[in-house]
């Protein structure tokens, strides 16, 4: 795990990235389960999972998971929050659509993700998150430089829709280059999602 | 009005750099250890009514962040977008290591007298030496981007050798092969058109700026209609007849107020 602060958010925003997950349709489920419960069960349930849960396959930075995180921040701070939680906020902000639930479909844990990147944000900065992490998610902790090498560029382009954009077919026999191109593309997409034409 | 707090805490935590009539410009690090982005900060004009300065200075925020997408998914050479506040009008550019192409031609940063001495010619030689480039190869490379830009229906509105950056080679080096080391910046004033005369009055507000900048100035501008040319292609006939015949007027068009 790691832990980042953002003095001027007064946070801290702790990243984990798992692989060889085995566990997301069950995880998947247990989300699902913890928002309905009633009672203490329901509240130690959420907290159980009260995570951003994001298919790590899809992020093709530390600066893209960054980048959606500060802009999270920043619209709970300001009481602009498209979305229920900051948590999905992050998940709003990575997905091109101002849809949600296609948001989570996508950038969320599906039946079949391996690979997650966990993300607690809280202002209070709870302890036990760590442990809390690895409870919640059966699999390996690698540290987040492997982000870049777990990226599935195929579906990145086409959910951010870059086939079409000259500069990344122009690059397509360059793959270090395609891959720094789309990167900063997405990055930007990102930081502008809440002035998006 | 929306809460200000997080991001006036990151401004009071960023180094300043430049001050403009419209923008204050910020050197910060956004994550922890991170690379540097710049700040600029369109800070409010109080002599105007308060609500319609926050919306125009919303606009220019939210339409400098759109050109910057749309010139990056056209493959023209800008840095990229790394934070958007667009209620305190505050954007976040991916810092460029370099110098602005008004420094390298050896006339200064905006807001600094040219290095007047006897030696200044030969400063800007060694300058150039420095980042790899010829003055003729720099010009060039200045017309071949503008020209990707216009291709891809963007006018910038406010073309100036201040606005246009070289990057420094050592930060060359930590990039893939085939990346620009000219980029264009500061869209505030950018908006798409296709019309041959919007694209005509942005070379001459180029030339015009060339011209009050830069002392012998006609064959470097030369010098950038040459690369221009090369990369419009037929498009090219219509701009350059529309260029030649004059009476253009350099009123940019994204400006609401006066
Ligand atoms: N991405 C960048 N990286 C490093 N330095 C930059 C970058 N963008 C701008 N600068 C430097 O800051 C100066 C001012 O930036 P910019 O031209 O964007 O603002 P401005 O001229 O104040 O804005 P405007 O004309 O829209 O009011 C530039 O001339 C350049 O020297
Ligand atoms: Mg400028």
């Not at chain 2, 954007?91 to 006897?118: M, P, T």
């Not at chain 2, 037929?234 to 007027?249: D, F, H, N, P, S």
Request: glycine share 6%; charged share 20%.
């Amino acid at each position: 795990m790691e832990s980042f602060a953002y003095p001027h958010f007064s946070s801290t925003v702790h990243v984990a990235l798992f692989v060889h997950v085995t566990n997301a349709a069950k995880l998947k489920a247990r989300i699902v389960r913890a928002s309905t419960l009633e009672g203490t069960e329901g509240q130690v349930e959420r907290e159980a999972v009260n995570f951003a849960f994001v298919d790590a396959r899809l992020v093709t930075s530390v600066l893209h998971i960054q980048t959606a995180i500060t802009q999270a921040l920043l619209a709970a701070a300001q009481n602009t929050l498209r979305t229920k939680t900051v948590h999905s906020e992050v998940i709003w902000a990575l997905n091109p659509s101002n849809n949600i639930t296609e948001a989570l479909r996508r950038y969320g844990v599906s039946d079949d993700t391996t690979a997650l990147l966990v993300i607690r944000i809280d202002p209070l900065n709870p302890s036990g998150v760590k442990s809390r992490m690895s409870a919640a998610v059966e699999g390996t902790q690698v540290p987040m430089s492997q982000l870049a090498s777990l990226t599935d560029w195929v579906s990145v382009k086409k959910y951010n829709k870059l086939n079409v954009d000259p500069v990344i077919r122009e690059a397509q026999n360059n793959p270090a280059r395609e891959h720094h191109l789309i990167d900063n593309i997405v990055v930007s997409l990102v930081a502008m999602k809440s002035v998006a034409a | 009005m929306a809460d200000s707090i997080p991001t006036t805490a990151l401004l009071h935590s960023s180094t300043l750099i430049t001050q403009g009539a419209e923008a204050k410009v910020y050197r910060t690090s956004l994550h922890p250890g991170g690379a540097p982005v710049l700040l600029k900060h369109r800070f409010s004009k109080r002599y105007r009514h308060s609500t319609l300065d926050a919306s125009l200075t919303r606009a220019r925020v939210v339409g400098e962040a759109r050109a910057l997408l749309r010139c990056l998914r056209c493959g023209v050479s800008v840095p990229g977008l790394r934070f958007v506040d667009a209620a305190n009008g505050v954007l976040g550019i991916e810092w460029v290591n370099g110098r602005s192409v008004r420094f390298l031609l050896g006339s200064g940063d905006e807001g600094e007298e040219a290095d007047g001495n006897e030696d200044g010619v030969v400063a800007d030689e060694e300058l150039l030496a420095e980042y790899g480039v010829s003055k003729e190869a720099l010009m060039k490379m200045v017309g071949t981007e503008i020209a990707k830009m216009h291709l891809a229906d963007i006018v910038h509105g406010d073309l100036t050798t201040s606005n246009m950056m070289l990057r420094h080679p050592s930060s060359i080096s930590d990039l893939p092969q085939g990346m620009q080391q000219l980029l264009l910046i500061d869209f505030g004033l950018a908006y798409t058109s296709s019309l041959t005369e919007d694209k005509a009055v942005d070379l001459y507000v180029l030339e015009r700026a060339f011209a009050s900048t830069h002392p012998d100035s006609s064959p470097l501008f030369g010098r950038v209609l040459e690369g221009y040319k090369e990369k419009m292609g037929k498009e090219w006939t219509a701009i350059g007849r529309r260029l030649e015949e004059g009476k253009l007027v350099a009123c940019p068009h994204g400006q609401v107020d006066s």
